[in-house]
Nanobody, 116 residues
Framework: VQLQASGGGLVQAGESLRLSCAASGSIFSINRMGWYRQVPGKQRQLVAS???????NYVDFAKGRFTISRDNAKNMVYLQMNSLKPEDTAVYYCQLQYLIGGKAYWGPGTQVTVSS
């Protein structure tokens, strides 16, 4: 399984970005796809996730501003980020995890920088 994230960039506070992640390879359909972020010196943290059945989970800082969605037919997951804040600056990573067995795959991150 390979994952490729895209859509990061430099924006000003209050603006929006939409991240996309494409999964390819031999993918078992029962899975959860998610977005994590990491800043230097800190652990990678969950932002949001969505199962193949559309069940979503958001961490507190993402609720009300970020929306995760997926297209199962295309093996894509998206993260719509609105009202971005400078503290959202991080490298964002896409993850695919099988719900049976728990094996997880990561893609290379995409940088999101929010200027004040």
């Amino acid at each position: 399984v390979q994952l490729q994230a895209s859509g990061g960039g430099l924006v000003q506070a209050g603006e929006s970005l939409r991240l996309s992640c494409a999964a390819s390879g031999s993918i078992f359909s029962i899975n959860r796809m998610g977005w994590y972020r990491q800043v230097p010196g800190k652990q990678r943290q969950l932002v949001a996730s969505i199962t193949n059945e559309g069940v979503t989970n958001y961490v507190d800082f993402a609720k009300g501003r970020f929306t995760i969605s997926r297209d199962n037919a295309k093996n894509m997951v998206y993260l719509q980020m609105n009202s971005l804040k400078p503290e959202d600056t991080a490298v964002y990573y896409c993850q695919l995890q099988y719900l049976i067995g728990g094996k997880a795959y990561w893609g290379p991150g995409t940088q999101v920088t929010v200027s004040s």
